[in-house]
């Protein structure tokens, strides 16, 4: 495997339901992000690792919660959703460096539909 | 806060053609902007990065410039073909002491016809 690898591809969940998103990185970088992506709109952070320590969380409600066990995999725990939360999750991952500019590179995605 | 407006609007254009794609941002100049291509349904890939202090970078057939005073970027696509249809975000850094963190732009769908 290559780059960085996320399932489930596709997600259909209740409102009632706990499910995970995993997400691996196969680059040794050292950090790794969240992000939602509903149609027409920007990609929305809502999780960062850096380190495994987790430096950001944007305001996100918390029936989205995320874990870091090591710099390679991160999990997005879900539990009663609704139906607004249906979207696209991306896990993505960079090298951060002290003033060093990074790109950041993608997974998939998981596409999450609320019922 | 810093804000970024891509021509919402889906570009059409002739195969063959050059394609232009503007990133304009409202705030502060970032130390770089980066910008990626994203296919439906998939996630954003990577292109190119270019630094405050650059002008102008290339790759192939692309070119990005950056206009501090504008505070613009443009992507170009010369000799377009219809496998670079897809949609183009472009994305900026926050300074270190407001998180470091990539904004995105909502992205601009280009369309190129055979």
């Known amino acids: 495997e290559t780059g960085v690898t996320q399932t489930p591809r596709h997600l259909v969940m209740g409102m009632t339901n706990k499910k995970s998103l995993k997400c691996e990185q196969h680059l040794g970088h050292n950090a790794m992000y969240w992000y939602k992506q509903s149609a027409k709109k920007p990609l929305e952070l809502m999780f960062v690792y850096s380190l495994e320590e987790r430096v950001e969380n944007n305001s996100v409600p918390s029936r989205f919660s995320p874990e870091c066990p090591n710099s390679s995999h991160l999990f997005l725990h879900l539990h009663t959703l609704q139906p607004e939360d249906s979207a696209l999750y991306l896990c993505?991952?960079?090298?951060?460096?002290?003033?060093?500019?990074?790109?950041?590179?993608f997974g998939p995605g998981t596409r999450l539909t609320v019922t | 806060s810093q804000k970024i407006e891509q021509n919402s609007e889906a570009l059409n254009i002739q195969e063959g053609k050059t394609a232009t794609l503007t990133c304009n941002y409202t705030n502060y100049s970032p130390a770089y902007l980066q910008w990626y291509r994203q296919d439906p349904g998939r996630g954003p890939v990577f292109l190119l990065l270019?630094?405050?202090?650059?002008k102008e970078k290339r790759k192939e057939r692309l070119k990005v410039t950056f206009d501090t005073t504008l505070k613009q970027s443009l992507f170009h696509i010369t000799a377009s073909q219809p496998a670079d249809s897809a949609t183009y975000l472009c994305a900026l850094d926050e300074p270190y002491n407001q998180g470091g963190k990539l904004i995105f732009g909502q992205g601009t769908e280009l369309s190129v016809k055979p």
């Open positions: 270019i630094r405050e202090n650059e």
């Open positions: 993505a991952s960079s090298q951060e460096g002290a003033g060093l500019p990074y790109e950041q590179y």
